[in-house]
């Protein structure tokens, strides 16, 4: 089975709604790992560079994990529902007060592998359960 890569390079979660983008087949890594199966690999390549330049994979999955959750929580801060909301809507209305932190998360988050989105989807689905006006 072949891998079709979106745009940036990434395999993207939304394939069928680009019709226009040029399918690319991904073979084996040298180890025989596929693509699909090394979540971080095109992740950490592209943003590591931008974001983390100095890091390790263990210190560029912390600090990945820390930007993505660090957004959630502040968006329901400011009273967004989450589960009900894609991630980069998310990160556009945070985009009015906080850009930086909205960027990030639109930035670590439109183009993850299915298999990575299931974590994404529960750390949504906790965020989102917490009833933040009694912890207030």
């Known amino acids: 089975m072949e891998l079709e890569i979106g745009p940036g390079g990434l395999p993207h979660k939304q394939w069928d709604r680009t019709p226009s983008a040029p399918a690319v087949a991904c073979p084996p890594t040298a180890d025989g ?70 960027k990030a998360l639109q930035l670590f988050t439109d183009n993850v592998t299915d298999s990575f989105e299931v974590t994404l989807d529960l750390l949504v689905r906790v965020i989102d359960a917490v009833r933040w006006e009694s912890i207030r």
């Open 33 to 102: 790992a596929r693509p699909r199966d090394l979540r971080f690999t095109g992740l950490m390549g592209d943003r590591r560079k931008l974001l983390f330049p100095t890091a390790g994979d263990a210190t560029f999955a912390d600090g990945y994990a820390q930007a993505v959750t660090f957004a959630l929580l502040l968006a329901r801060t400011e009273d967004l529902r989450l589960t009900d909301t894609g991630l980069h809507e998310i990160g556009r209305r945070l985009d009015a007060g906080h850009a930086l932190v909205g």
